[in-house]
C-alpha cells in the first residue's frame, strides 16, 4: 500500500494519525529544516502572501503545496488565529483538509468528541489511538531523560534539547526509527563530561524561527535549560489516557494553566532569566504581559520574522540581558 502522509500544522494527538495508518509530517519542521527556509517565504510572498504575515504559515503553505501534500490536518482551534484562513487556501488548491480544534477551556468531554471525530474520518477509532499511546509511552520516557540530562547534568545543550523536543511532534513520521537515533544519542550523551553553563535560561514561546540563537548564547556563557513549547510537544505529562495526556499539554488552551506550568518548571530548574521567543505578526505576544506579572524572573522579548541570524541589534540587548543577569547573581552570591 503507498504511504499515507498527511502534513500536520501543529502538534495533534500524532496516535490517531499511526493508528489510522498515516504517516504525520509536521510541516513546521519541514520548512525550518529546508536548506532555505527563507527562500520559501520569499517565493510566497511573490505570489500573494501579505509581508506583515507570520512567516511560520507562509512557510508551511510553501511546503504543503511544493511537497504535493494529498491531506493536511489543520488546527483550529488552539494552535493559531491564521490556521482558518490557511485551511481555505489549501483546500482551494485541491488538498483535503481535516481539522482538529482543541476546545479553549480544557473542557474534558470536547477534547474527546473532537478526538473521536478526527479518528473517526481517518478511518480508525480511539481504542487503536490508545494502543498507540501506550506503544509511544517509551519515546516519550526517553525524551524525558535527555530533558533531565540537559538540565540536571548538563550533557545535553539546549539547542540539541530543541531538536529532539520539537521533532516528537510526528517523530520524523516512523516512531521506531526515531527511538533507535534517539538511543544513539543518549547513549553517547550519557557518557559526556557535563558543561555547566554560567547562567540557566528558560526559552519560552513558539520555537524561535532564528538559526543560531543558542550559538550566540553559549558565547556568552548562557544555556537553555527549559525550552518551554518544544517540551510540551513531547507531552511530558502523558499518561495512559489520551484525553489526560492531551489536556496536560499546554500549548493549545487558556494562557493561566500554562503560566502555572510555567512557573513550576522555572523553580525546578533553577532558572536565572527568561528569553521570550515572539514571532512578529502572532497574536500569542500579547501572553507576554500576564507572564511578566506572573513570573518573578527578569524577561527578555527575542521577537524575529524570518528565518535567519541573530541581528547586531538583538546580540546587543542579549549581551546586556546577559550582564546583567550575572551582575545579579554574583551580588546574590555575595551576599
Ligand atoms: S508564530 Fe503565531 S502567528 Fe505564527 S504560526 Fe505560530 S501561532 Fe500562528
Known amino acids: 500500500m503507498p504511504e499515507r502522509r498527511i502534513g500536520i500544522t501543529a502538534t495533534v494527538p500524532v496516535e490517531i494519525l499511526f493508528a489510522a495508518g498515516c504517516t504525520p509530517v509536521d510541516l513546521n519542521n519541514l520548512f525550518i529544516n529546508d536548506p532555505d527556509p527563507l527562500g520559501l517565504v520569499s517565493a510566497v510572498e511573490d505570489q500573494g502572501f501579505p509581508q506583515s504575515y507570520c512567516a511560520w504559515i507562509k512557510g508551511i503553505y510553501a511546503v ?35 481539522k482538529f480544534a482543541y476546545p479553549y477551556d480544557r473542557q474534558p468531554g470536547q477534547l474527546v ?18 494502543d498507540w499511546l501506550a506503544r509511544l509511552a517509551s519515546v516519550r520516557e526517553k525524551l524525558g531523560e535527555l530533558d533531565n540530562l540537559t538540565w540536571q547534568e548538563y550533557k545535553v545543550m539546549g539547542e540539541e534539547n530543541l531538536k529532539w523536543l520539537v521533532a516528537s511532534s510526528d517523530f520524523q513520521g516512523n516512531p521506531e526509527s526515531f527511538e533507535r537515533k534517539l538511543d544513539e544519542f543518549l547513549n553517547e550523551a550519557r ?28 558565547t556568552l556563557d548562557a544555556g537553555v535549560v527549559l525550552n518551554e513549547m518544544p517540551r510540551q510537544f513531547s507531552m511530558p505529562d502523558a499518561t495512559g489516557n489520551l484525553a489526560e495526556t492531551y489536556l496536560a499539554y499546554t500549548y493549545p488552551y487558556d494562557i493561566f494553566h500554562r503560566l502555572d506550568n510555567l512557573e ?16 512578529s505578526f502572532c497574536y500569542r505576544q500579547l501572553g507576554e504581559m500576564l507572564m511578566r506579572e506572573r513570573i518573578d524572573l527578569p524577561i527578555l522579548t527575542v521577537e524575529a520574522d524570518r528565518p535567519g541570524e541573530v541581528s547586531d541589534a538583538m546580540k546587543t540587548r542579549l549581551e546586556a540581558f546577559i550582564e546583567m543577569l550575572k551582575m545579579g547573581k554574583s551580588s546574590f552570591d555575595n551576599g
Not at 66 to 92: H, K
Not at 113 to 130: F, I, P, Q, V, Y
Request: proline fraction near 4%; include cysteine; glycine fraction near 8%.
Open 191 to 218: 557518557e559526556r563530561v557535563p558543561k555547566k553553563p554560567g547562567l540557566r535560561l528558560a526559552l519560552t514561546g513558539v520555537p524561535p524561527i532564528l538559526g543560531d540563537l543558542y550559538e550566540v548564547l553559549a
Open 264 to 279: 513550576r518548571e522555572v523553580k525546578r530548574r533553577k532558572v536565572d532569566g527568561i528569553l521570550h521567543y515572539v514571532q
Open 64 to 98: 504543503a503545496s511544493r511537497d504535493r501534500f494529498g491531506e493536511i490536518l489543520i488546527v483550529t482551534q488552539g494552535d493559531c488565529s491564521n490556521t482558518l484562513a490557511l485551511s481555505e487556501l489549501l483546500a482551494a488548491r485541491g488538498l483535503i483538509v481535516y
Open 113 to 130: 468528541a473532537e478526538m473521536a471525530k478526527l479518528a473517526d474520518s481517518l478511518g480508525t477509532d480511539l481504542n487503536e489511538a490508545t
